[in-house]
C-alpha cells in the first residue's frame, strides 16, 4: 500500500479563519479522496480530487467551503474556510489500492474555537 | 440514501473467543465491502475486503459476505486485548467511493 503523510497532523483554530491541509502520497495516483470524521462519527466523503479537473463534491460540501487543489499525482490540499466550531473533526486523505480498496493518511485533527 | 448499518456496541468478549462484527447494507449495486479497524485517535486501517458471497480468511480474520441478504460480517479468532479497536464496514458500488457505517466499538477483555 502507498505511504500516506499529511500535514498538520493536528491544529486548533479560532472561528473565522481558514486552514490548508496537505496530503502527500509516495505514489502517483489518479484519484485522492478527502474525508471528515466527526467526532464519535464515521467517515464521511467530502470530495474526490483528480488531477487536472474540478475536484467532485459530495451533497453537503460546497466548494467555497472547502476549496481543494490537486496540482500533480502524488499530492493534494483541503482548505477548510470561515472555521466555525462545528468544522472540529478529523480530515483523512485517501488513495486507492486494488480495485476499490482505500488506504488513508494519518489523518489531522483539527480543532476550532 | 445509500446506508451501511452497524451496531455500535460495545461488543465485549473474553481474550481468546471469537468476536463477530456485523453489518448491514441496503445499495443492491454495492459490489464489494470492506472491514476497516481504527484504533482511537489513529487513522483507519484496511484489514480485510470481500466481493464473493462467502467467506474469506486471512490469519485470526474470516470476512463473510451475503448479498442476497445484503449482509456482511467479520469474524475474529482467538481474540487478543490488542484487536480492541473500532471496526467500520464499508461498501463499494463503483468509481471507488466508499460508504462508511459508524463502525462497532471492540472490546477484548482478559
Known amino acids: 500500500s502507498a505511504v500516506i503523510s499529511q500535514k498538520p497532523s493536528r491544529d486548533i483554530c479560532q472561528r473565522g479563519t481558514s486552514l490548508t491541509i496537505q496530503c502527500q502520497v509516495d505514489?502517483?495516483?489518479?484519484?485522492m479522496f478527502w474525508y471528515r470524521q466527526q467526532p464519535g462519527q464515521s467517515l464521511t466523503l467530502i470530495a474526490t480530487?483528480?488531477?487536472?479537473?474540478?475536484?467532485?463534491?459530495e451533497s453537503g460540501f460546497v466548494i467555497d467551503k472547502f476549496p481543494i487543489s490537486r496540482p500533480n499525482l502524488t499530492f493534494s490540499t483541503l482548505t477548510v474556510s470561515n472555521m466555525s466550531p462545528e468544522d472540529s473533526s478529523i480530515y483523512l486523505c485517501?488513495?486507492?489500492?486494488?480495485?476499490?480498496?482505500?488506504?488513508f493518511g494519518p489523518g489531522t485533527r483539527l480543532t476550532v474555537l | 440514501q445509500k446506508e451501511v448499518e452497524q451496531n455500535s456496541g460495545p461488543l465485549s468478549v473474553p481474550e481468546g473467543a471469537i468476536a463477530s462484527l456485523n453489518c448491514t447494507y441496503s445499495?443492491?449495486?454495492?459490489?464489494?465491502f470492506f472491514w476497516y479497524r481504527q484504533y482511537s485517535g489513529k487513522s483507519p486501517e484496511l484489514i480485510m475486503f470481500?466481493?464473493?458471497?462467502g467467506d474469506k480468511e486471512d490469519g485470526r480474520f474470516t470476512a463473510q459476505l451475503n448479498k442476497a441478504s445484503q449482509y456482511v460480517s467479520l469474524l475474529i479468532r482467538d481474540s487478543q486485548p490488542s484487536d480492541s479497536a473500532t471496526y467500520l464496514c464499508?461498501?463499494?458500488?463503483?468509481?471507488?467511493?466508499?460508504?462508511f457505517g459508524t463502525g462497532t466499538q471492540l472490546k477484548v477483555e482478559l
Open positions: 485517501s488513495v486507492p489500492g486494488i480495485g476499490d480498496t482505500q488506504y
Open positions: 505514489s502517483q495516483v489518479t484519484m
Open positions: 480530487a483528480n488531477q487536472g479537473s474540478e475536484a467532485t463534491y
Open positions: 445499495d443492491r449495486g454495492s459490489q464489494s
Open positions: 470481500i466481493y464473493s458471497n
Open positions: 464499508a461498501a463499494a458500488g463503483g468509481g471507488n467511493k466508499l460508504t
